[in-house]
Structure formats: C-alpha cells, structure tokens
C-alpha cells in the first residue's frame, strides 16, 4: 500500500524556519518526481516546488529564494526546508506523488498534510 506520511509542521513566527518532512512507502520511492504543495485557508491548491529521480529541482515564483526540496532515497524520504517564513505562508501542506501513464503526468497518491501556521 502506497502512503505518504507528512511531518514537522507547527507555529512558528514570522521570519523562522521549519523542515516537513513525508516519509513514503510501499513503492520505489527512488523512482518517482515527489512535490510539496499547499492549501491556504479559503484558497486553492498551491504547487511550491518539485523534486525529479535525479537532482533537478522546480520553484514557484512565491517560495523561490526561501523554500528549498530534497530527499533521502535510503530513508524513503522528501524534505521541505521553508526559511524566511511569512503569514501568508500559513497552510496545510501536502506532498504528493507524480505518476506518468501515456503521456500524462498526475498526482496520484497525497499524503493526508501537515499545518503550518505563521504568526507572531
């Protein structure tokens, strides 16, 4: 069974760092691009930033310069490292899992979030 597994948020204030975490399993992890994306409250679906099987890393305009992706195949894992945190950073964060079936790129397994929450 395929889960991915988010950890690490929590309050910070303004200005401060955390680290997410999503541990993954029941798949090769090593094989798949992993994102991390968020849902602020009342808003939409937010894609942050991207991962590929190699080292190839993708950035929203909005977490550029501040946000920053990697993963630890061995330990099955993806990491987001979120510095310079703002209110407006304030979300629930999920990752997600990229599959490619004929020719078309979707995400079909997220793990269930972890909330973030920014304010002083």
């Known amino acids: 069974e395929v889960q991915l597994v988010e950890s690490g948020g929590g309050l910070v204030q303004p200005g401060g760092s955390l680290r997410l975490s999503c541990a993954a399993s029941g798949f090769t992890f090593s094989s798949y691009w992993m994102y991390w994306i968020r849902q602020a409250p009342g808003k939409g679906l937010e894609w942050l930033i991207t991962?590929?099987?190699?080292?190839?890393?993708y950035y929203a305009g909005s977490v550029k310069g501040r946000f920053t992706i990697s993963r630890d195949n061995a330990k099955n894992t993806v990491y987001l490292q979120m510095n310079s945190l703002k209110p407006e950073d304030t979300a629930v964060y999920y990752c997600?899992?990229?599959?490619?079936?004929?020719?078309?790129?979707?995400?079909?397994?997220w793990g269930q979030g972890t909330q973030v929450t920014v304010s002083s």
């Open positions: 991962i590929s099987t190699g080292v190839a890393i």
């Open positions: 997600a899992r990229r599959a490619v079936v004929g020719g078309t790129a979707y995400f079909d397994y």
